[in-house]
């Protein structure tokens, strides 16, 4: 176990290299996220005096292609609602 003022960015690399594989590369950026920030609150509270997380970089994630209903699909849909409001409301 590391320390809180021991802790590099040696080691935030390394915890995200070590966590690739097994989660999402956007759950990892959003962990080392929360943890940059609850680090700048312990420089802030003077309990260390550089925050590790600063200079480290997020890692690139490939936007998906958004998916959406063919024309035929929205016409089956808006046919299976009985509820006017609701069919505006997708409309």
Known sequence: MISLP???LFDV???KQARKGKVSDSTI???VRTLKAAMQVAVKWGKI???PFQ???N???TQKAKSHLSDDEVTKLLGAIEEGWYKKLLR
Do not use: G, P, Q, S
Request: aromatic share 6%.
């Open 6 to 8: 021991d802790l590099t």
């Open 13 to 15: 690399e390394r915890y």
């Open 29 to 31: 950026n959003i962990d």
């Open 49 to 51: 005096a550089l925050n």
């Open 55 to 57: 200079e480290t970089k």
């Open 59 to 61: 890692i690139r994630v």
